[in-house]
């Protein structure tokens, strides 16, 4: 980099503070000099000029027009090859078990050892830095945590001593070290662990906020009646965390559904690693397959519509039992 | 983009703060400490101790291995740091300011990751505040219905919005860019531009509905008095309403800030790729398909990577639990 480019780089924030600053002095100047009959709906179109023309240009257009290039060839003839081939081609079938199996995985073990942690922690001695240590990882990009987790998975051939902490691990009793990348399907799970890895803080923190919502008086009075531990957590703790649970679960999934930059970084996709999300971008933007990358967005879409919905219906009932 | 989780996420109160969550304590000598004492076994502890390990272990090695010499990380495990001793700013030094071609040169690359993360944050949040106040006061029957529309685009998967946005892209913002660059030389053909818009765009329904929570909260007589004083929307909006919101404005900034700097799939997509624009994040994903065996440099890059996340993360614990767990399923 040079100190031209540099120059560049600082004109351009300069400029780009500028204009936005520009930007929002007219409209409000405008707002404020708005014309006297029918004041309120030009000051009001006003504030939500911006706003609504960002996210038409960049988010309900392009949801439509992908909406309809899955459906067209690339030459724009309509179309259900794109989806034929993501339900018949043995790559893209791999990759939609890949992504049903990372939702049924992730989601499960991230809220368990959330919970787990939760509970075992709380109202412990330096619970905070109990919970700063799990939940640390959330900060760490994808990628980040990508070449984190590659480094513990590094595979070195013949006698070299190994530098992944896995492989070491699996030398030092007596095993053979195994190139964990490339193997299928165990690398699949390899990178949904580094998955569960960033999301169990987020589970962790949630479901411990909860749990210390549930009152003592039920924990005590289910101690009388004589339970052990583990009874009082079914049956008192757990009925009454049950909408974070949802919560957490939810999120998770979501979040799951839509994982690229892991996949991305570890693998590109390649040894049977593919997920939807990856295998888009993939189509879309490295094999030119706009159709098929469509096709798949937009099977993303669906995916993730009816857990929002349900995650809506949960929500909407707690705000009535209130 | 994200779940419907927020609306009932513990934003802006305490219950969320790994902070405040301390602050509910409880005495050895109470009930409640006797509960706990015999709720915390002693496998409870081992164990969470055992997780809490298990958590810290990959970050640890690669943070330590990133100040060992090149070639005690290409032949020895971080775990023998004992027997084979050495720590080098070497691996730093050269990530950072070596020019050989060969080398990741991140220089440019934080510079970039710097000016997208600021002015992607700043345009989101501008935008976003100025419509929460409109929706939240502002009356209009049918503008109920467009809040609700534009909290349901939460929904869109960033995936969908990709194709059609870089084709806009190349269409209107292109020439504007090659004509820029005609202007002033100095700013490359490849700018910001098509990356701070697509961050704001992606980032305004979330942006919209935690803000509006937020400001429509603000006392309804604040706001009147001001207008029946004879203050135009522009002014309360500025002197009062931004000022009030400012909690607000700071979890989601924050939030926003650390979510396009971790980003991975804007970059991709719409930077270009060049040093002109990519960010860290881009620019790492990049060494691990070329470089992926030079662990002096990989460990280096990540770790400098992660540094301005995990700064804000230690600093501004309280805010970021809460930006995060509002948003937590943005993208």
């Known amino acids: 980099m040079t100190t031209g480019d540099l120059l560049g780089k600082i004109l351009q924030v300069v400029m780009g503070l500028a204009i936005l600053a520009a930007v929002v002095g007219l409209l409000i100047f405008f707002i404020d000099k708005a014309p006297k009959k029918g004041r309120d709906y030009w000051q009001l179109a006003g504030f939500l000029l911006p706003a609504m023309l960002f996210v038409t240009v960049g988010l309900v257009y392009p949801a439509i027009r992908t909406s309809i290039l899955a459906f067209q060839t690339s030459s724009g003839e309509w179309t259900m090859d794109n989806f034929i081939w993501t339900f018949t081609q043995p790559a893209a079938i791999r990759t939609l078990i890949n992504t049903i199996i990372w939702v049924l995985i992730v989601p499960t073990l991230s809220t368990i050892i959330g919970l787990a942690y939760a509970v075992f922690i709380d109202k412990s001695r330096g619970e905070k830095y109990y919970k700063v240590v799990l939940f640390m990882p959330i900060a760490i990009s994808f990628v980040g945590a990508g070449v984190i987790w590659r480094f513990v998975y590094e595979y070195r051939s013949g006698d070299r001593e190994q530098i992944g902490l896995l492989n070491a691990i699996i030398v030092a009793f007596g095993g053979e070290p195994v190139q964990w990348m490339q193997t299928d399907p165990i690398n699949t799970f390899l990178l949904i662990v580094v998955m569960i890895w960033i999301q169990t803080g987020f589970a962790m923190v949630l479901l411990s906020a909860a749990i210390k919502g549930v009152p003592t008086e039920q924990i005590e009075a289910a101690q009388l009646d004589g339970t052990n531990a583990w009874q009082r957590f079914i049956n008192v703790t757990v009925p009454g965390i049950r909408g974070a649970l949802v919560v957490v679960v939810t999120t998770i999934s979501i979040a799951t559904l839509k994982v690229f930059d892991i996949v991305r970084t570890m693998t590109a996709g390649n040894f049977n690693t593919s997920t939807i999300a990856n295998e888009m971008y993939t189509q879309a933007f490295r094999a030119s397959e706009i159709g098929r990358g469509s096709a798949l967005a937009l099977i993303l879409f669906i995916l993730v519509l009816p857990i929002v919905i349900y995650n809506v219906n949960v929500l909407r009932k707690q705000r009535e039992i209130r | ?331």
């Open chain 2, 1 to 331: 983009m994200s779940s419907v989780a927020p609306a009932d996420l513990p934003v802006g109160k305490d219950l969320g703060s790994i902070e405040a969550a301390e602050q509910v304590t409880y005495r050895e000598d109470t009930k409640a400490g006797r509960v706990k004492k015999r709720l915390t076994s002693r496998t409870a502890t081992i164990v969470s101790l055992i997780i809490a390990v298990l958590w810290t272990i990959p970050t640890f090695g690669l943070f330590l291995s990133s100040f060992r010499p090149a070639e005690l990380i290409r032949t020895t495990g971080w775990w023998t740091y004992f027997a084979n001793p050495g720590l080098t700013l070497e691996n730093y030094s050269s990530v950072l300011f070596s020019t050989s071609s060969s080398s990741p040169q991140l220089g440019a690359y934080i510079v970039n990751s710097i000016a997208i993360a600021l002015l992607g944050t700043l345009i989101t949040l501008v935008f976003a505040s100025m419509a929460a106040y409109a929706f939240a006061w502002i009356k209009f029957k049918w503008v109920n219905w467009l809040f609700i529309f534009v909290f349901a685009l939460q929904i869109v998967p960033l995936q969908m919005a990709l194709v059609p946005l870089l084709q806009i892209f190349s269409t209107w913002l292109r020439p504007m860019q090659a004509w820029l660059h005609d202007v002033v030389p100095i700013i490359p053909e490849q700018n910001y531009a098509p990356v701070w818009l697509a961050h704001a765009m992606f980032g305004l329904p979330l942006a919209i509905f935690l803000l509006h929570n937020f400001i429509a909260e603000i006392p309804g007589d604040v706001i009147e008095a001001a207008r029946v004083d004879g203050a135009t929307h522009g002014q309360v909006f500025f002197r009062i309403v931004l000022p009030l919101a400012t909690p607000a404005l700071a979890s989601f900034a924050i939030f926003q800030f650390i979510w396009v700097w971790n980003d991975l799939l804007v970059a991709l997509i719409f930077s270009g790729g060049t040093q002109d624009v990519a960010p860290l994040t881009q620019r790492l994903a990049e060494l691990v398909g070329t470089r992926g065996q030079d662990w002096q440099l990989l460990t280096a890059s990540a770790f400098i990577s992660i540094v301005i996340p995990l700064i804000v993360f230690f600093s501004l614990q309280r805010y970021f639990v809460r930006g995060l767990l509002a948003g937590a399923t943005k993208g």
